[in-house]
């Protein structure tokens, strides 16, 4: 199984920080990653697919880049209605695999 | 506009067999392009993906359950289904049904249903 890592596993940041995640796979995924958000008592919702392409409805402060086996989500001015998990996930093969998650809080 | 709706067991004792059905609305289970996903996550925990199948009814399941897993669809009721036998505690989760976009570029889980919480007890 291709192993996810999600680092920092949480961060503090106010409204309007810019704020970065890395996911970093244990072997090359070339840009099959995925990001979804999650907020308390709420499925995981799309953010951006195959790295960095923006899910349709999502905010454009919302971006990602990376390829191989690195890759980061940002955020490039924190909103209230940001603070929540973020995953990351591979789609280079099976089975599909998470980070642990990045809980983004006040 | 698609929606997911799970519906389950709720409670299952240990060694029982835990059945999650997954409502479609709105699309049909039975379009190519798309995979039918099940993924779990116990309290407090991270995203565990169980397994999928496609409209052919091809299956593929996650090899740390696929000894107790099966998915299948019913394409006259635009449902599909988990059943997960021998269950413990540790199968104590929200179930998620989840569509996976297969395309060229790469798969997404593009919609997600809103989960149901299955525990394992006795």
């Known amino acids: 199984d291709i192993q996810m890592t999600q680092s920092p596993s949480s961060l503090s940041a106010d409204i309007g920080d810019r704020v970065t995640i890395t996911c970093r796979a244990s072997?090359?995924?070339?840009?099959?990653l995925n990001w979804y958000q999650q907020k308390p008592g709420e499925a995981p919702k799309l953010l951006i697919y195959?790295?960095?392409r923006l899910q349709s409805g999502v905010p454009s402060r919302f971006s990602g880049t990376g390829s191989g086996t690195d890759f980061t989500l940002t955020i490039s001015s924190l909103h209230p209605e940001d603070f929540a998990l973020y995953y990351c996930?591979?789609?280079?093969?099976?089975?599909?695999?998470f980070g642990q998650g990045t809980k983004v809080e006040i | 506009q698609l929606q997911l709706q799970e519906s389950g067991s709720g409670l299952v004792k240990p060694s029982q067999t835990l059945s999650v059905t997954c409502a479609v609305s709105?699309?049909?289970?039975?379009?190519?392009?798309?995979?039918w996903n099940w993924i779990r996550q116990p309290p407090g925990g991270g995203l565990e993906w169980i397994g999928y199948?496609?409209?052919?009814?091809?299956?593929y399941y996650n090899p740390s359950l696929q000894s107790r897993v099966t998915i299948s669809l019913d394409k006259s009721t635009n449902h599909c289904t988990l059943r997960l036998n021998s269950v413990t505690a540790a199968d104590t989760a929200v179930y998620y049904c989840?569509?996976?976009?297969?395309?060229?570029?790469?798969?997404?889980?593009?919609?997600w249903g809103q989960g149901t919480l299955v525990t394992v007890s006795s």
């Open positions: 996930q591979q789609s280079f093969n099976t089975p599909r695999t």
């Open positions: 199948i496609f409209h052919t009814g091809s299956t």
């Open positions: 072997q090359s995924i070339r840009n099959y």
């Open positions: 195959v790295t960095s």
């Open positions: 989840a569509r996976e976009v297969v395309a060229a570029a790469g798969d997404w889980f593009d919609a």
């Open positions: 709105g699309g049909s289970i039975d379009s190519g392009g798309y995979s």
